[in-house]
């Protein structure tokens, strides 16, 4: 079993909360999806019935617009409704569903936050048909990256220590052998990055409140940060302009059900 690294609990707190406001950042979700599910246009297969893991009101429209009957799913029971149809509150470490019934499935930023991604992946892989397809987009190393060493250098300098406040990311190097890893055929991980730029700096703050993304790290700290840590660690990001960068680097995942082996 893997550790445990992520309070699931408080991810979905985090994702109820912010489901009447997820609608601020759905331009950035839409083109991560947009990127993903370009990758249907470079199969002949053609998909009926597809699983929507996580995707924020945003992938079930688009899957339905390409004439594919979804059932979504999220963790929490707020954003799992703005998907529109078909909805299940489950959560993305113990699926609710029988092997084989999908032909697709698809997850868009949204395996980021379990604590056992390859045991996530065997499941996704168990309720695939045989030859169905799996798209994934994962934040991994080099996401948020300046954001997390301001944070890290601010509260070292205001107090003995730094807890952890910006989630830990996989290598993309990584993420083929886990696709194989989970029984996938044919996988790859090809990767994206996204600039993101902010006109003032706590944008950036606000907007990752929006997507669900506030700290659900274990082992952050439950004590009252300093009022000086975000003003510092934001100054230290931030353009002459007043403006600030944030980088969003992805693994567009993709890996295929092995076929049915003949009787």
């Given at each position: 079993?893997?550790?445990?690294?992520?309070?699931?609990?408080?991810?979905?707190?985090?994702?109820?909360?912010?489901?009447?406001?997820?609608?601020?950042?759905?331009?950035?979700?839409?083109d991560?999806?947009?990127?993903?599910?370009?990758?249907?246009?470079?199969?002949?297969?053609?998909?009926?019935?597809?699983?929507?893991?996580?995707?924020?009101?945003?992938?079930?429209?688009?899957?339905?617009?390409?004439?594919?009957?979804?059932?979504?799913?999220?963790?929490?029971?707020?954003?799992?409704?703005?998907?529109?149809?078909?909805?299940?509150?489950?959560?993305?470490?113990?699926?609710?569903?029988?092997?084989?019934s999908?032909?697709?499935?698809?997850a868009?930023?949204?395996?980021?936050?379990?604590?056992?991604?390859?045991?996530?992946?065997?499941?996704?892989?168990?309720?695939?048909?045989?030859?169905?397809?799996?798209?994934a987009?994962?934040?991994?190393?080099?996401?948020?990256?300046?954001?997390?060493?301001?944070?890290?250098?601010?509260?070292?300098?205001?107090?003995?220590?730094?807890?952890?406040?910006?989630?830990?990311?996989?290598?993309?190097?990584?993420?083929?052998?886990?696709?194989?890893?989970?029984?996938?055929a044919?996988?790859?991980?090809?990767?994206?990055?996204?600039?993101?730029?902010?006109?003032?700096?706590f944008?950036?703050?606000?907007?990752?409140?929006?997507?669900?993304?506030?700290?659900?790290?274990?082992?952050?700290?439950?004590?009252v940060?300093?009022?000086?840590?975000?003003?510092?660690?934001?100054?230290?990001?931030?353009?002459?302009?007043?403006?600030?960068?944030?980088?969003?680097?992805?693994?567009?995942?993709?890996?295929?059900?092995?076929?049915?082996?003949?009787?």
């Open positions: 079993m893997s550790a445990l690294i992520f309070d699931r609990l408080a991810l979905r707190r985090h994702r109820d909360r912010a489901a009447a406001k997820v609608a601020a950042v759905e331009p950035v979700l839409q991560v999806a947009e990127r993903l599910l370009d990758r249907l246009d470079d199969t002949t297969h053609r998909f009926s019935f597809a699983l929507d893991i996580g995707g924020r009101g945003v992938v079930a429209p688009m899957l339905r617009a390409r004439g594919i009957a979804v059932i979504s799913s999220d963790l929490s029971p707020n954003m799992a409704v703005r998907n529109g149809g078909l909805v299940v509150a489950a959560d993305e470490e113990f699926l609710p569903f029988a092997a084989g999908f032909d697709l499935v698809v868009n930023l949204s395996l980021h936050g379990v604590n056992d991604l390859p045991g996530a992946l065997i499941q996704i892989r168990h309720v695939l048909k045989p030859d169905g397809l799996f798209l987009s994962l934040p991994v190393l080099g996401t948020l990256d300046r954001l997390r060493s301001a944070l890290t250098e601010a509260e070292a300098a205001l107090r003995d220590g730094a807890s952890p406040r910006v989630a830990p990311f996989p290598d993309l190097r990584d993420g083929a052998a886990l696709l194989q890893r989970a029984g996938f044919l996988p790859v991980a090809d990767a994206e990055e996204i600039e993101l730029r902010y006109a003032t700096p944008n950036l703050l606000r907007d990752l409140q929006a997507a669900g993304e506030s700290n659900a790290i274990i082992a952050r700290s439950r004590i940060p300093p009022s000086a840590l975000f003003p510092m660690a934001i100054a230290s990001m931030t353009a002459d302009d007043g403006s600030l960068s944030a980088r969003l680097r992805l693994a567009m995942l993709t890996g295929w059900a092995p076929e049915a082996k003949p009787v």
